[in-house]
C-alpha cells in the first residue's frame, strides 16, 4: 500500500534517515519503535507528505507521492491520510463531534452524511454521551477516542499514529488502542504505527525497529 526506498533526510549537520526502505501492505498494522532520536517521527513526516525527503522514492500504491507539487500533496493527505498524534491536534474550539466531522467537512461531504458518519464511529468508541464537549471537557482518553474517529471518518487509505497513547495512563492507552485497532482492521485501513512502547506496538501485525536513520 505504501512504499518507500533509500529515503534520506538531513536536518543540518544531523541525518535524521539514512536510506531507508519500508514496505507496508494493505490492511497491515505496522509499528515502527526505536529510541528517542532514530528517526521514528520523521520517518512517518516523510511517508505522509508532510516533509519531502533530500532522496528516495515513496509510491502509494501505484503512484509516486513524493514528487507530488504541494497543493496535490495536501489533497492527497486531506483524502487518502488520517492522522492520531500525542496530544493537542483537536481544534479546541470546536466539540468533539465537530472535530470528528471536520474531514469530512473539508471533503466537501454534505453536512447529513458527515453528521451521521461521525456520529455512528462517536457510538463505536462509547463517546457518544460525550461528544457534545469540546476536548477540555473530556478525560484524555475519551479526547484520543475522538482523534481516532476523526482520523477514521473518511475512510483513508492510510493512518499515520505517532505515539497515539503517548500522554494516557496505561489503563486509559489499552482502551484507546483495543478500539483503534479493531475499527481499523475491521475497514482494513493500513495503519503505521511510531511508538518507543514495546507495549503499544504489541497491537501490530509486525514491528520494525529504527536505530540512527536505518531500519535494523
Ligand atoms: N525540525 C528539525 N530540525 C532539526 N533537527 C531535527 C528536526 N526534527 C528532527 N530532528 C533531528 O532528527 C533526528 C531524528 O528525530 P525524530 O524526531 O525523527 O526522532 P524520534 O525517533 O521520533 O524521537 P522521539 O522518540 O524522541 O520523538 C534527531 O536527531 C532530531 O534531533
Do not use: C, W
Amino acid at each position: 500500500m505504501i512504499t518507500a526506498h533509500d529515503l534520506v533526510v538531513r536536518f543540518g549537520q544531523t541525518l535524521a534517515l539514512a536510506g531507508t526502505s519500508i514496505g507496508v501492505a494493505p490492511g497491515e498494522v505496522v509499528a515502527v519503535m526505536g529510541p528517542s532520536g532514530s528517526g521514528k517521527s520523521t520517518l512517518l513526516h516523510v511517508l505522509a507528505g508532510i516533509l519531502r525527503p533530500d532522496q528516495g522514492r515513496i509510491h502509494l500504491g501505484q503512484q509516486r507521492i513524493d514528487t507530488l507539487p504541494d497543493g496535490a500533496r495536501s489533497r492527497l493527505r486531506l483524502r487518502s491520510f488520517g492522522f492520531v498524534l500525542q496530544f493537542g491536534d483537536l481544534v479546541p474550539e470546536l466539540s468533539l463531534r465537530e472535530n470528528v466531522e471536520l474531514p469530512l467537512r473539508l471533503l466537501k461531504v454534505p453536512r447529513a452524511e458527515a453528521r451521521d458518519r461521525a456520529r455512528s464511529l462517536l457510538a463505536e468508541l462509547e463517546i457518544d454521551d460525550v461528544a457534545d464537549r469540546r476536548p477540555g471537557q473530556v478525560s484524555g482518553g475519551q479526547a484520543q477516542r475522538a482523534a481516532v474517529a476523526r482520523s477514521l471518518v473518511h475512510q483513508p487509505t492510510v493512518i499515520f499514529a505517532d505515539e497515539p497513547t503517548g500522554a494516557l495512563d496505561s489503563a486509559s492507552g489499552e482502551t484507546v488502542l483495543d478500539s483503534f485497532t479493531e475499527l481499523a482492521r475491521r475497514r482494513s485501513t493500513t495503519v503505521l504505527l511510531v511508538t518507543h512502547e514495546a507495549r503499544v506496538a504489541s497491537y501490530a501485525d509486525r514491528t520494525l525497529y529504527l536505530r540512527d536513520g536505518v531500519l535494523v
